[in-house]
């Protein structure tokens, strides 16, 4: 495994408007374009992935920290396996980490889990499984 961040996600209140800023305002690609109910990704340069996430969806993630300092930013990991993500969750936890509630968990679209590094920030490790 050769670590990487390639996915940015970001909280935002209204989709249709941050779509529009950045579309149009700055220019990102609609090539790779993915739109769902409560994302948008971006698919960029590099293996850049920007993802815009309604605010709610992520508060749902913060929900289950304790402390004020929730994170409006998730930084991503793409994993090659749902293995790969199990190994890096408990990798992460022996260093310092802590695993989020509920998690890992299995979508329609993949595999992913989240956890606070010792700063409070969030990450996720991710498995597409149509990476496949």
Do not use: C
Request: no cysteine.
């Amino acid at each position: 495994m050769k670590p990487r961040i390639n996915i940015i996600t970001l909280a935002v209140n209204d989709l249709e408007k941050s779509v529009a800023f950045y579309q149009d305002g700055l220019g990102l690609p609609t090539e790779g374009l993915i739109e769902g109910a409560d994302q948008v990704i971006f698919e960029m340069e590099g293996n850049l992935t920007l993802v815009l996430n309604l605010r709610s969806e992520i508060e749902e993630i913060n929900q289950s920290i304790t402390d004020q300092n929730s994170s409006e930013v998730i930084l991503s990991h793409s994993a090659d396996s749902k293995e790969e993500v199990n190994s890096i969750l408990k990798i992460a936890t022996e260093f310092g980490g802590t695993i989020l509630p509920n998690q890992p968990k299995e979508y329609d679209w993949g595999y992913s889990g989240h956890f606070k590094d010792p700063d409070g920030h969030i990450w996720e490790i991710v498995y597409f499984s149509s990476d496949e």
